[in-house]
């Protein structure tokens, strides 16, 4: 079967440093995302790893080892807004997304 | 309006009733999908459209049903709606196109079926 696994929960302290790892088995791989979700709100992207290597977008980077089929999120500088959940998805072999549960970030001061 | 909306917002239903989630997309997205969403698992697909005229099921097909008469407009249906269908339901829209093909999410329909 197809399956991503993260984090259910994290806590981090404003101002620090957090890492979300994801680690998938899928029947192929086309890309890997990572969606932002504010409770009671929609997804939002925030990235996507198609090669292995870092991306880095402001204080958010995300990191893809295909090899290991691993990832991570790592957010920097965290500030109280980015109190979210944090969602992994995987692009399987027939180019449908196959999503991970999500981790719940909790910032606290 | 601008990127992709969603009707109703919330909604309650009475087990056996038919229900039909409303979605539209500004974009002229080619490709659009329906998940739903419960607590403690990832969103789940329920079905899809590769561009207008064409649908496929997903994950969690079962009691869901869905058209694709034009671009904008991807409604689903639930023939016989069930309490093991309340959920948060999202429709997204994608861009084949665009490289990354991410998803843009309406804010989402809470049904709940009693």
């Known amino acids: 079967g197809q399956n991503i696994d993260q984090p259910t929960e994290m806590t981090a302290t404003e101002g620090a440093i957090v890492q979300i790892n994801c680690t998938y088995q899928?029947?192929?791989?086309?890309?890997l995302f990572w969606y932002q979700q504010h409770a009671g709100e929609a997804p939002t992207f925030l990235s996507y790893?198609?090669l292995d290597g870092l991306e880095e977008k402001g204080r958010f980077s995300s990191f893809l080892s295909r090899s290991k089929g691993y990832s991570y999120l790592l957010l920097k500088e965290l500030q109280m807004k980015d109190s979210a959940s944090y969602l992994c998805?995987?692009?399987?072999?027939?180019?449908?997304?196959?999503w991970g549960a999500g981790t719940k970030l909790i910032i606290k001061p | 309006i601008a990127g992709i909306t969603q009707a109703p917002t919330s909604q309650i239903l009475a087990a056996g009733r038919r229900m039909t989630l409303r979605c539209t997309q500004d974009?002229?997205?080619?490709?659009m999908y329906w998940y739903r969403q419960d607590l403690g698992l990832g969103l789940r697909l329920i079905h899809y459209?590769?561009?207008?005229?064409?649908?496929g099921k997903g994950e969690v097909p079962d009691g869901y049903s869905v058209s694709r008469a034009n671009t904008d407009d991807f409604p689903l249906t639930l023939a016989s709606a069930v309490p093991s269908q309340t959920s948060v339901y999202f429709c997204?829209?994608?861009?084949?196109?665009?490289?990354?093909?991410?998803?843009?999410f309406g804010p989402g329909t809470r049904l709940t079926v009693l």
């Open positions: 997204a829209s994608s861009d084949a196109s665009s490289g990354t093909d991410e998803q843009f």
């Open positions: 974009m002229r997205h080619n490709a």
């Open positions: 459209s590769n561009t207008a005229g064409t649908t």
């Open positions: 899928t029947s192929g791989f086309n890309g």
């Open positions: 998805a995987v692009f399987d072999s027939n180019y449908q997304l196959i």
């Open positions: 790893n198609v």
